[in-house]
């Protein structure tokens, strides 16, 4: 998703109120809103494909599969910040609130060129202070690639190119092929 520039200030009670009628979504960064752009048919099947593969890979419990409509709530700095990720994957019992989930496991964001810089900086220096979250992966929508980063492996990438490789979600038990994530895209 892409910001489109516009910003206004707001308290989080407002924001989430508006949110609630707003017919677009906004993310929220300390007291900033930012309107966000709609995806495009590649964003959205990639999204789709790699959240119907982990749901049902999830189908007999041990975690919930939201998908870009469902948004993220950090406070970082005694700041909150509101995400929409692209993928999140929620364990934590804990993570009852039906407007925002606070203890993902797993998050996905798939990339454009207008929000890569801002996926592979800003959101990444935000997630790994998730205490929960274990894998964040970016998915490219241009190309052939998925980067994967663990806690496990104190956040180092591990970039896959090749249809047949194989993303694994160690924190799941989950594999998928990035001939799956791309199913109907054309990189």
């Keep these: 998703m892409e910001a489109t520039g516009k910003s206004i200030s707001l308290s989080v009670e407002d924001y989430l109120a508006g949110e609630l009628v707003s017919r677009e979504r906004h993310e929220y960064l300390g007291g900033v809103v930012y309107a966000m752009a709609g995806a495009t048919e590649m964003h959205n099947l990639i999204s789709l494909n790699l959240a119907f593969a982990l749901r049902n890979h999830l189908r007999a419990g041990g975690g919930k599969v939201y998908v870009a409509d469902v948004k993220l709530r950090l406070e970082i700095s005694r700041e909150d910040i509101f995400y929409y990720p692209d993928v999140m994957v929620v364990c934590d019992p804990r993570d009852t609130d039906p407007g925002f989930k606070q203890f993902p496991k797993v998050l996905v964001e798939v990339l454009s060129p207008q ?7 800003e959101k990444f220096l935000s997630y790994i202070q998730i205490p929960t979250l274990e894998e964040y992966i970016l998915v490219a929508q241009d190309r052939s690639e998925v980067t994967v980063f663990r806690r496990a492996d104190k ?14 979600v160690k924190s799941l038990g989950f594999a998928v092929s990035l001939d799956l994530i791309y199913e109907g895209v054309k990189v």
Aim: net charge negative.
């Design 115 to 121: 929000t890569e810089a801002t996926d592979r900086r």
């Design 155 to 168: 956040w180092r990438p591990e970039i896959l190119h090749l249809p047949e490789e194989q993303l694994r």
